[in-house]
């Protein structure tokens, strides 16, 4: 028995197998398909799980129909190519004693047809909340195709040597909670109607998965404990589903999430979200389930969360996703009683940000998650010829180089001209909601200590010092300096540094980063006024109102804080700056500040409005590359540029950037 997590570390019987401990890393979109199959980065990126300990893998969910592509980076299960891609993720996976599991789904309504190039499918004309595209009602040929999928998708599952399916499209608004659930079921034939007809089809794939899987491999689903919405399923309802289903003696166990397309954040949320918050609901499935195993999600991120939970008897198996994209070591540490070394899942939804953008998956402050074979661990070599580097700043970017370096062998010192380390995320994590971003730079912080780098505070590291020192390499991660000019990307002359806005040099205002840096925050009334449209807005609007300041956030943009909307939480952040009293005002142009007095301009009809006794005024318009030192030292000694000082951007770039460049010296 596991001396601090009996729990976590004691075996589970599923079916006709048994995972060696809790642990499971539930389904989540990686983009690394190529043709519509499986590649050998899946191999490597669900391998290095399973090499550090998960016990289950669910690997992504695949469509058991060619009316399922919500874009076009999806793998068909229901295609027999993906026999051999099986094989060898299996082989690699279950060489390290892992479950692996394939998890056949079906979108309905919740996609368009874009990608695609057919009609959605769902049982009912209901468009979805996001995609708001009409579906084709379903008629009894479609929904014969649609089991016909799960099935042909079952049968290559075996043959690829898998050890089990998973029957998602229960969870999430899917196709199947679409049948199942009232709100979107509007049929009346065999299909609709009663419980029992909205639970016909579920039924009927979960017989057909059964029979060509047999009883040698594992079964189970996916479905919600709530469907968080008026009108949904609810947790009471889910409970009966699930005990329904059981009773049939077909499955094996049952994975419960939360939520629909209507409320995305119940299904990844963003930080702030209390861990473990889908609990409750889950506890009441498992209640109804007569034994059968049940698997638990939401927001799981330490080995105690999950100790704690699996003990109190919420569920039988703790499943995460974003805990184990940002550490695959997850496991392995925890079992190692080294749970102070997990890199965090910080709930930054970087790894959606990413999938969104059409890139493989990703991870805020993990430069290897997604490309592992590149990036991983394993593939981190020792130098053969250590040197002296010095790295010049102490944001995520130079913590990031300092710390691979010092691992590989080199000797290294780490300047920061400030009192601590941490960079922009450290002041970022100012704002109530971003908080735990700190993860982000106290785990960097640590492990800088751990490997030996010496670190020196308070210091600005001249050229002059850099060369007297003696240093082999200097790598440059000295950031960026908030904008103040005025001008946004509407204004491209503008940005030759010959003129300002008027009144942007005024004692009144600042850049974002200003804001955030000052000792006692800015008070009275306060414009943002944001040329981004990224977080950087939101996250100085928030940290204002949240010390009383009175905020009016404005922008040239149509939107607020587009760029929100790869994240998902759009709505979930301006619900919570609504409630603090920030106005929002779009579509206007900054024109002058005028002591108290700004001036701005409707980009449509020109027309100009005033917004007067304003104390303070902010402005999000970028930032410029600390570049200099670079410039000085390039040509005379071996200097690398990362981060910030390179070009003014993310958190996940500066750390992979940081990671790169200690891996090339």
Known sequence: MHAKYPTLFSPLRIGPKVARNRSWMSAHATLLVKGHVFTDAHVAYYAERARHGVAVITMEAMAVHETSLPYRGKALSFDPRMVPEYRKIAAAVQAHGTLLLAQPWHRGRETNSVASGHPVWAPSAVPCAVYREMPHVMTTADIDAIREGYRLS???????????????????????????????????????GSPENRLRLVMEIIQATREECGRDMIVGVRINSDDGHEGGLRPADWAEIAGRMTASGLIDYVSCSHGTYLNRMLIYPTSPERHGFQMEATR?????????????VGRIVTPEEAERHLAAGDCDMVAMARALIADPQW?????????????PCVGANWCMT????????????????????ELSETTLLATTKPKDIAVVGGGPAGMRAALTAAKRGHRVTLYERQAELGGQVRLWSRAPSRVELLGIVDWLQAQVAKAGVTVKLQTVATEEMLRAAGHDVVIVATGARGLRHGWTPLRPEKWDGSAVVPGTDQANVYSYLEALLEATPLGGRVLVYDGLGGRQGMVTAEYLAANGAKVEFATWLGQA??????????????????????????????????????????????????REGIDNVVLVLGAEAQDALFHALNGTMEVKLIGDALAPRR???AIREGEIAARAI
């Open 284 to 296: 009441q499935v498992r209640a109804a389930v007569g034994g059968v195993p049940v698997v638990g």
């Open 561 to 610: 804080a587009p760029d929100l909307a790869g994240s998902r939480d759009r709505g979930k952040t301006f619900g919570m700056l609504r409630r603090m009293g920030v106005r929002f005002s779009t579509d206007l142009e900054l024109v002058a500040i005028e002591g108290g007095t700004v001036t701005l301009r409707d980009l449509y009809t020109k027309e100009e409005e005033l």
């Open 651 to 653: 958190a996940d770039a």
């Open 354 to 373: 990413s999938i969104f953008a059409q890139a493989p998956i990703a991870c805020i402050h993990n430069p290897a998650a997604g490309n592992e074979t």
């Open 154 to 192: 079952a049968r290559y599952a075996r043959e690829g040597g898998l050890d089990g399916v998973e029957v998602h499209s229960m969870a999430h608004g899917y196709l199947l909670n679409q049948f199942l659930s009232p709100a979107t079921n509007h049929r009346n034939d065999a299909f609709g």
């Open 331 to 343: 496991v392995a540490k925890a079992e190692r009683e080294e749970a102070q070394d997990i890199r």
